[in-house]
Nanobody
């Protein structure tokens, strides 16, 4: 069993930065791929970034490549999403999610989800 809790969201001006954190419980955290996804009002959920079990491989959605960076510290059961050069279209609720599926970048099919954290980017 894994519980995920996101934090770090907030209101930021366009061009600014935020770092989201995903804190996980459970001794087996390191066996899970952990992803960040987001959902804006009236829009479908969107894959943002994924990181492999060891942290050695990362994947990004096209809309965030070059601006966002995902990382993890297994010893601390933490996953981070550094978001730079934020745009108003990045406004959404951001979720971290965990799966045993290696290299998964889908919008669904995760074993565990966090409750989400709101990110609002003003123009």
């Amino acid at each position: 069993q894994v519980q995920l809790v996101e934090s770090g969201g907030g209101l930021v001006q366009a061009g600014g930065s935020l770092r989201l954190s995903c804190a996980a419980s459970g001794r087996t955290f390191s066996i899970y791929t952990v992803n960040w996804l987001r959902q804006a009002p009236g829009k479908e959920r969107e894959f943002v970034a994924a990181i492999s079990r060891s942290g050695g491989s990362t994947y990004y959605g096209d809309s965030v490549k070059g601006r966002f960076t995902i990382s993890r510290v297994n010893a601390q059961n933490m996953v981070y999403l550094q978001m730079n050069s934020l745009k108003p279209e990045d406004t959404a609720v951001y979720y971290c999610a965990a799966t045993l599926k290696s290299g998964w970048t889908g919008n669904n099919g995760y074993e565990y989800w966090g409750q989400g954290t709101q990110v609002t980017v003003s123009s």
